[in-house]
């Protein structure tokens, strides 16, 4: 599955349009964002400074196949220069995952020190 039909059919699960959610990540990756791919799951990394992301996870995969892409997206961002990772989770379930994935890969997940996001990642 191409990373456009995973952020497609997401953004359309969420009632959001995918067009602009396409656009939009074009965009980022202009500017230096970077987008990272694995089966049914995409995650996009807006970059905020040298090193800090903002990430914007899109999945159509079930759990298991979203915390084996998780964990490969872990070790790509390392390899990328990837410092930081900020996120807004409105499900927490995600956020437990990554804390669950992140101590058994030996990545902090922990509450964000910026208002607008609810966890970081130091990588």
């Known amino acids: ?11 359309q699960n969420r009632g959001i349009d995918p067009k602009k959610v396409l656009v ?6 202009k ?3 970077l987008v990272l791919h694995q089966d ?12 800090v992301f903002m990430a914007h996870l899109f999945t159509v995969d079930q759990p298991l196949a979203l915390s084996k892409a998780l964990v490969s997206f872990f070790r790509q ?4 220069g990837v410092r930081r990772l900020y996120g807004r989770a409105d499900n927490q ?17 922990q509450q964000s020190d910026l208002p607008k996001f609810n966890w970081m990642i130091e990588l």
């Open 1 to 11: 599955m191409k990373p456009s039909d995973v952020i497609t059919m997401d953004s």
């Open 93 to 109: 379930g995600i956020i437990s995952l990554l804390k669950q994935l992140g101590q058994r890969e030996g990545v902090q997940v």
């Open 77 to 80: 961002m390392q390899n990328k």
């Open 40 to 51: 049914g799951t995409v995650l996009a990394l807006q970059r905020l400074a040298q090193g």
């Open 31 to 33: 500017k230096g964002g």
């Open 24 to 29: 939009g990540i074009q965009g980022m990756v």
